[in-house]
């Protein structure tokens, strides 16, 4: 891929448009994208981090693997948005692994001294990816939270609440999502079935209080989805 559509990826991703343009234009020319296929791993549990990584197409799940070896996905994650940031808290292996979720994904892997060193000279870059973390971790501990206490439809309308509040655009009154998950997606993400989560979201439209295709939900009023 070119040194221009690196740079045009980094430019339009919502955390890095802080970035100062010189700063941009003097890294790019190091920075060399990677492809991967539907489920191939980008690394897996107990590598040792080096990278960063930024998604500049496709989809990506992270997740980790119990002791009897069941998988919990505690992310699937799209375009624009980065993964392996907990090597920058001091991470000395990984404990989650990362998933390609469809073919010809791209991603753009950034160094730990790259990363760092952007973040010594751009405080509110460092300030913004400590927040991303620490958002990231209270998101997992409430998701196991509810997997543990929380039925299957509680679970999945406190998913919906969460992308509203972490990825929502006010239409009016109404709350537009977004949306590059699959109803299997969102049954790893809440720990149910793609049978369950379509009936639920079907139930949901129903009532008229959301309504959705394979590119957006619409949330029709936040305080009435229940």
């Known amino acids: 891929m070119s040194t221009e559509s690196s740079i045009w990826y980094f430019e339009n991703v919502d955390l890095f448009n802080i970035l100062c343009p010189h700063k941009l234009a003097g890294l790019s020319e190091n920075h060399v994208m990677n492809r991967f296929k539907k489920n191939e791993f980008i690394y897996f549990p107990n590598d040792i981090p080096h990278h960063v990584y930024m998604i500049a197409e496709g989809r990506i799940k992270v997740g980790s693997y119990t002791n009897e070896g069941k998988e919990i996905v505690k992310a699937i994650l799209g375009p624009g948005e980065i993964f392996g940031e907990l090597a920058l808290t001091g991470e000395e292996k990984r404990n989650d692994f990362a998933q390609a979720l469809d073919n010809d994904t791209i991603v753009c892997p950034m160094s730990l001294n790259e990363m760092k060193q952007m973040m010594a000279h751009n405080k ?41 509040e972490e990825k929502g655009k006010k239409v009016g009154y109404e709350t537009m999502i977004p949306n590059h998950l699959t109803h299997k997606d969102i049954a790893s993400l809440t720990g149910t079935s793609r049978q369950t989560v379509t009936t639920i979201l079907n139930d949901l439209r129903d009532k008229n209080i959301i309504n959705f295709d394979r590119r957006k939900i619409l949330i029709r009023d936040l305080e009435k989805i229940a």
């Open 124 to 164: 509110p870059l460092s300030f913004k990816l400590m927040k991303l973390i620490g958002l990231r971790l209270r998101k997992v501990e409430r998701r196991l939270e509810s997997l543990v206490f929380k039925d299957a439809r509680t679970r999945v309308v406190e998913f919906l609440k969460d992308e509203a």
